[in-house]
């Protein structure tokens, strides 16, 4: 079975009926190039950058970041390179001087709220991203943005990193894209404000879950509970979606359950073309794609998204497959 997958390494990942799908890789640093390569990921769709101090003292300095950001850039030639901005907080604590006691730290300072309160530990990742632009095709991706105001203030960082780099004589791509993720309700329930200021979106499925269904994704006596097809899930998703579509935004699903080939055509009938997941499940992955055809699947899920039952939703999505 591995090697028959193996075999897939350089098919496009092509539906039935002709269209393309990109299957990118989730990556925690250069260490997980080799693993890229090997499936031939089409690009990085996400780089969780906070594992460069998750488990250390000491931040990053600009240098360190830039010479991590470069190498994947480097590795992967003409090709997208996601990276997210810090996702501290949560189940990604930190450690010594920079720890912080929360009662509740999924809902506390994490992610970009983090970032924006240490503005200057912000704007060194910023100039390390940009500096670092020019090696390739890189896209700046936010996390747990959930107001309007956290993207101006992020936008505006990135003016403030792009004009110091300009004084300083120092070259990036003026072009890079800024995208955010969608993983807090409210952002998936008022999407015009990102849409407005963003130029791609990342559905991050884990935590849309975990806050949708007020599951916290690490307790194991509630873990039964958290479930990607509840209908109140699927409308976020497919909201998403479809929203992105209607302004011609680019969407991807970045969470596990980009990776679950139990999901696959679902996602497909649902609109998603861009999936991003651990390398690891690519191959397995385009296998799902290459049996789909869209124009089948996409009435059939237009019909399970109007479903209240989650035993009905889940049926229905097992026969997808059959
Ligand atoms: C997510 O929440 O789905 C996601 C991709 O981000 P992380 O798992 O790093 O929180
Ligand atoms: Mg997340």
Redesign the pocket.
Known sequence: ERSKLKRLRDTPPTTLDGEEIALLANIEGPKDMAQVKAVNADGIG?Y?TEFLFIGRDTLPDEDEQYEAYRSVLKALPGKPVTIRTF?VGADKALNGAHARFEPNPALGLRAVRYSLAEPKMFLTQLRALLRASVHGKLRIMV?MLAHAHEIDQTLALVDKAKAELRAEKVKFDEGVQIGGMI?VPAAALALGMFVRRLSFLSI?????IQYTLAIDRSDEAVVHLYDPLHPAVLKLIGGTLSTGARFGLPVSV??EMAGDPAYTLLLLGMGLRNFSMHPGHILEIKQQVLRADLGELAPRVQRILKMDEQARVREAVERLAG
């Not at 991050?204 to 849309?208: A, C």
């Open positions: 996400l969780r996702d996390p993983e991050g499925t884990n935590d849309l970045c969470g």
